[in-house]
């Protein structure tokens, strides 16, 4: 059976990833705190993405312990700083993409009045959350158009031809963005989402003893780094 975490506790999870990074917390207590948001990813049966977080988790921290010690120089050093500070965005990063991903627009706006969130929240709330997996869509599309004509096929093409990636990428996809903004605000309204009074949903949602006991765990390496333990 594949764990499934409440929306309410999937952002309190977030909110702990972000305090990571406000309070610079130490390695151990990060470490700590990044297993148990990456567990999350192989108890969901999100496998794929849990191995590539993972990778490049475990690459930035061997960076920070082997390479950065020893680095010299103006470039070795920069490059050290960069790779520190996609380490310490990572668990961001990490408890966003789990939310995200195992999330619906159902489930969030739910979560979202259950809180007694204002709707002039939710409602943009709900239109970026469409937004992005729109987009994505879009640039498949382009990308799919540009092969059948021959246009900066391969992997690498993007990169070795930047100003046709300019030309035929982004420039699309900006032009397109405000479209499909307007057409995604169009759509909430016209579900009703802006209506006054109390809304009803197909979608339930229950805080579950998995969902505290989550909770709980990812709060212990916050409570040991201010007590200084770690």
């Known amino acids: 059976m594949k ?20 309070l610079h917390v130490s390695l151990r207590t990060e470490i700590m705190l990044v ?24 690459s930035l921290v061997a960076a920070d312990l ?5 680095a010299e120089g103006f470039v070795l050093n920069f490059l050290s700083m960069l790779s520190v500070g996609i ?3 990572l668990p961001c990063v990490i408890s966003g993409g789990y939310a995200f991903s195992t999330t619906t627009v159902g489930e969030m706006v739910c979560a979202m009045r259950k809180l007694k969130i204002p709707e002039v929240i939710i409602i943009p709330c709900v239109t970026v ?11 498949r599309h382009i ?12 992997n690498m093409a993007l990169l070795r031809h930047p100003v046709q990636s300019l030309e035929y990428i982004l420039i699309p996809l900006l032009m397109n963005s405000n479209n499909v903004a307007q057409d995604l605000s ?26 505290y006991l989550y909770m709980v765990l990812c709060t212990i390496p916050f409570v040991l780094f201010l007590g200084g333990v770690m």
């Open 186 to 211: 169009v759509a909430s309204m016209t579900k009703g989402i802006s209506m006054p009074g109390v809304h009803t949903s197909m979608t339930e949602i229950k805080m579950t003893k998995t969902d």
């Open 129 to 139: 959350v469409r937004f992005f997996p729109t987009i994505a869509e879009d640039y």
């Open 3 to 22: 764990l499934r975490l409440d929306p309410r506790a999937k952002l309190f999870l977030l909110v702990l990833s972000n305090l990571t990074l406000f």
């Open 66 to 70: 082997f390479v950065i010690p020893i």
């Open 143 to 154: 990308r799919n158009a540009m092969a059948l004509r021959g246009i900066a096929t391969g």
């Open 87 to 89: 380490r310490m965005m």
């Open 35 to 58: 297993v148990l948001l990456l567990s999350l990813y192989f108890l969901s049966g999100k496998t794929k993405s849990g191995l590539r977080m993972t990778a490049v988790y475990l």
